[in-house]
């Protein structure tokens, strides 16, 4: 189930504010959890009843280590906990991805499996992980199998992250039924799930109109063309995969549950590690606890810690998606961070670009400064956007041939196509309306002003949770996000799945 989608606005969530609230007046903790497990199995089930069967299987063994683990803490089934949630990963994931290498490397025959992908099994797998090592450091005594259901299953998070941790939700869960329902909470969590739908629905979705054109006629694109492909992918990615966090946390806040910041706008950052401190938090706040620190860390001097840094962004890379494209794109974030880190170690600009807020307070804000820090992030913007490339291509070739195309392409005029993609009807009208549309030009308006509003919105104004925080529900406010909302329900007629949930 989508959440840009009427059975999920006009049905399953009325039912599910409704039958919670319901029991939480009733001051009922474990009928409230039951009943968002239910609701959260139906919210999962609802695309396919075998990935619903897969998860509550996976749920079902991770439970039973913990109850074992949390009687005796035992490395070997710490190991057989996690190589058994790996496994599973690589087995849906991944076992295409090794056979096609092998046959490759040794020219055998094996026949693929074209195994389908659960949708969010790397963030329910991850986040178990982080359970059982948590319980085997013993960080967790005891938990329920109902509130362990429900960490995992809670579907606001379930599907596309963030990748939660015990210690900020299973106190939440215990304390259902003892607290009444925050109405101050409940309406900021609504306008931050108008603006991530916002996002998804108007800008991410007529971002994606114009690069699923473009990747798919590589061929052809002119030099410009080429460059604007790539500059909404980066824009789509960051609308698509943002927006669904803040719809996620607005949901969350209607229920009186708190889910972690994981994008802190990201393309705000002056440079890679700052840039990493913003997006996909908690993706990065795993790999850092689970993996960098078990590998030593800072700890064994900068040759090791460089290393562990490379190996957590080829990890990196490899989680979000089988193949080589994700290998590079994880190494091409690597190498820059480790430079970038080596760079803020022993140079003096580290004290003004380590991250933007230090800036912010320790820079004096002149005209020049303002200079570095733009320069800052369009740079970084650039690169950024430039490893996004292997990112979505299918292969490696296609991610090659864009970025030749937009470096060494034909220089010829815009594509015609290209510009239609964001011939949004209620834009045109107005258009209509001031007589512009007869004018070959004024079909390149929409496009250039969608690009110029995502550029602003997503570099140089306050994002969703610092707006929704401002929120005082005035009327004025309130008429404005109502118009919001009713522009993104008209508009589900396009609707598209989410694209982290490939991920």
Known sequence: MLFNSYIFIFLFFPICLAGYYSLIYLKKKEPAQL?????????????????????????????????????????PILFIAVASNLGLLFYFKYFDF????????????????????????????????????????????????????????????????????????LPQFEKMGSRNPDWEQIYRGLILFILGLFKKVIL???????????????????????????????LQLYFDFSGYCDMARGIGAMLGIQIPVNFNSPYKAVNIVDFWKRWHITLNRFFTKYVYIPLGGNRKGNARMYANLLIVFCLSGIWHGAGWNFVIWGMMHGVLYVITRWWLRYSDIRKTSQNSMAMAIRVKFSALSLLKVLASRLLLFAYVSIAWVYFRAESIAQANSLLYAAIAGKVQKLSLDLAECFRLDEFWYVLKVLHLDTMEWSRYILMYAMLAAGIVLSMFTPNA??????????????????????????????????????F
């Not at 959260?40 to 749920?59: A, D, E």
């Not at 529900?473 to 589900?492: D, H, Q």
């Open 35 to 75: 009943f968002l497990i239910l609701m959260s199995f139906w919210f999962y089930g609802y695309f396919q009843i075998n990935y619903l069967l897969i998860m509550i299987f996976s749920i079902t063994c991770n439970y039973i280590f913990h109850r074992i683990m949390s009687q005796k803490q035992s490395k």
């Open 204 to 234: 991410a979705d007529t971002f994606g109109a114009g690069v699923d054109l473009g990747y798919t006629n590589i061929p052809i694109l002119g030099r410009m063309d080429a460059i604007l492909v790539i500059i909404f992918y980066s």
């Open 465 to 502: 949770s610092e707006i929704s925080e401002k929120c005082k529900g005035k009327i004025l406010t309130n008429i404005i996000f109502a118009t919001f909302f009713l522009w993104c329900v008209l508009s589900f007629s396009g609707v598209s799945t989410f694209l982290y949930f490939n």
């Open 98 to 169: 090794f056979l096609t290498n092998i046959n490759s490397i040794f020219g055998t025959s094996f026949l693929l499996r074209n195994i389908l992908l659960p949708l969010g099994i790397s963030f329910f797998t991850f986040q178990q992980i982080g359970f059982i090592v948590d319980t085997y450091r013993g960080e967790i005594k005891n938990c329920s199998l109902l509130t362990y259901a429900l960490f995992v299953a809670f579907f606001p998070q379930l599907i596309a992250g963030p990748i939660v941790n015990q210690s900020e939700m």
